[in-house]
């Protein structure tokens, strides 16, 4: 199967790292990244602390991309989502038509809620999957990233269905060792995703802590909670079915899984750049806004990050 991930931060330095034992990978990423990938390999630094290369071939610019792919996996981060897609658009299309095969199947396993959305105006609604990681990794700096906690993954079809390609896709991950389960509700898999997500990475920031230290049975849980009642109250009003009856024991068992990570958003934080609080916090506020559902606990969250993004970017 030949395979495109798009970017190569540390979900998609691991995504290819893994993937390229069972398919043909190539990585379109930052020039720097692709640099460092083509020159070293991508570098993963296991649980135990082993290090892995992977040779992975990495491309910055769309005219490279020659081969028509099969698979095309969104891994940059949620406001790069429509941005990306446009760079890639044309020539993944075309090249795909050009080779007789059908169009690429298109993949998110981003951050935060609406990607599949943005993936579909750009590749067509037929060709778009779901999915979740709840993996934790933290990047260690161009195609160099540490695995710090294994977590579940979920794809499936945006409609319920449960396709011959959904299970190809999920049979290629878990063969590479990315145990991957197909769920018929992967848009309840991705807003429960999109409420853990919301509850773990601003509390990390605003506590300037690994996701475990998040589990102190205090100030740092109530806050999670709390976050996690609100968000809860808007899918519910969204007429979202959340696939677990009690979303905060998700909260806490990936915060579990992945202690010894810094969160995405925290590594934005660090490395100055802009956070995924319009996808998560702010996204639940903004549709909480439009049923009628107070969010005071998020509001006060996404008046905090991006005041602290501020504040880091100067
Ligand atoms: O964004 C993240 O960091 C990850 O989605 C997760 C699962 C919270 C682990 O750190």
Known sequence: MDVLVVGAGALGCWLSASLCASANVTVFCRAAQADAINEN??????????????????????????????????????YDTKNAAMK???????????????????????????????LAKVFGKENVLGGVTSHGMTSLGNGEIEHRG?????????????????KRVAKLFSGAGIKTEVSENIVGE???????????????????????????GDEREKMMEDITAECV??????????????????????????AKNRSSMLQS??????????????????????HGIATPVNEKIVAKIKETEKERSV
């Open 88 to 118: 890639i658009k044309d020539t993944v299309l075309k090249t795909g038509g050009a080779r007789g095969r059908d169009e690429p199947v298109v993949l998110s396993l981003q951050n935060g809620i609406g990607n599949e959305e943005k």
């Open 269 to 290: 934080i660090d490395a100055k750049k802009r956070t995924e609080i319009d996808s998560m916090n702010d996204y639940f506020v903004k549709l909480g806004r439009g």
């Open 190 to 216: 991705i807003w429960l995703k999109g409420i853990v997500n919301s509850a773990i990475n601003p509390s990390t920031v605003i506590y300037d802590c690994l996701n475990g230290e998040l589990l102190d």
């Open 150 to 166: 294994e977590g579940y993954t979920i794809i499936g079809e945006m409609d319920g269905s449960c396709g011959a390609r959904c």
């Open 41 to 78: 390999g991508i570098l993963v630094v296991d649980g135990d602390g082993r290090s892995i290369y992977r040779s992975v071939k990495a491309l910055d610019s769309a005219d490279g991309l020659k081969a028509g792919f099969d698979l095309i996996i969104f891994a940059v981060k949620s």
């Open 233 to 258: 109250a808007v899918a519910n009003a969204a007429g979202i079915l959340l696939p677990h009856p009690n979303p905060i024991e998700v909260v806490k068992r990936v915060a579990t899984q992945t």
